[in-house]
T-cell receptor, first 116, second 114 residues
């Protein structure tokens, strides 16, 4: 079946611009995660949704970052006033959500964001 | 603050050699532990996970990992690697009191030469 998809695959923007990154999880998965991966690092947790609500957004670095999941499926990560330091690969993952502690997370291919 | 340490950033070995990748975490409470792998050009995928029971866990493709609670470690092993095991390997920790928050290590790039 279809896996997690993310669009766009690449995004180049200028400093100060606004960007939106989209994640389509596996159908039926109630848990959705956003991570950021910088070069040479592992994925860094940003936010976790259970259904429509953000169950844990403690990883969002500042108030320029915001994520929504209005209908409990597709999620959008929004970054305002982008900075060069926001350049990274943004990963989305989903899991069935019944037992998030132990569920396998299924990752998408990521969106590579470059802020010039 | 909790952290996950992977001691080797880059490992090069020959086919049929044995592989062991170290992972240590700093967290005093109960955790669930995972190893994920990213093959060249592919998405991150789960190799194996531990949350209770036998501390020796077997995963896909002949990998296994051992949870040693007293050492806060969850090392990954494979007795005999193949060229197709060339990939980046990530250890991840989920404290059971942080429902959906996962912390990943920096990763170990493994290159297996023919």
């Amino acid at each position: 079946g279809a896996g997690v998809s993310q669009t766009p695959s690449n995004k180049v923007t200028e400093k100060g611009k606004y960007v939106e990154l989209r994640c389509d999880p596996i159908s039926g998965h109630t848990a959705l995660y956003w991570y950021r991966q910088s070069l040479g690092q592992g994925p860094e947790f940003l936010i976790y949704f259970q259904g429509t609500g953000a169950a844990d957004d403690s990883g969002l670095p500042n108030d320029r970052f915001f994520a929504v999941r209005p209908e409990g499926s597709v999620s959008t990560l929004k970054i305002q006033r982008t900075e060069r330091g926001d350049s990274a690969v943004y990963l989305c993952a989903s899991s069935p959500g019944r037992t998030p502690h132990t569920d396998t997370q299924y990752f998408g291919p990521g969106t590579r964001l470059t802020v010039l | 603050a909790q952290s996950v340490s992977q001691h080797n950033h880059h490992v090069i070995l020959s086919e049929a050699a044995s592989l062991e990748l170290g992972c240590n975490y700093s967290y005093g409470g109960t955790v669930n532990l995972f190893w994920y792998v990213q093959y060249p050009g592919q998405h991150l995928q789960l190799l194996l996970k531990y949350f209770s029971g036998d501390p020796l866990v077997k995963g896909i493709k002949g990998f296994e990992a051992e949870f040693i609670k007293s050492k806060f470690s969850f090392n990954l092993r494979k007795p005999s690697v193949q060229w197709s095991d060339t990939a980046e390997y990530f250890c991840a920790v989920n404290p059971t009191d942080s429902w959906g928050k996962f912390q990943f290590g920096a990763g170990t790039q493994v290159v297996v030469t023919p």
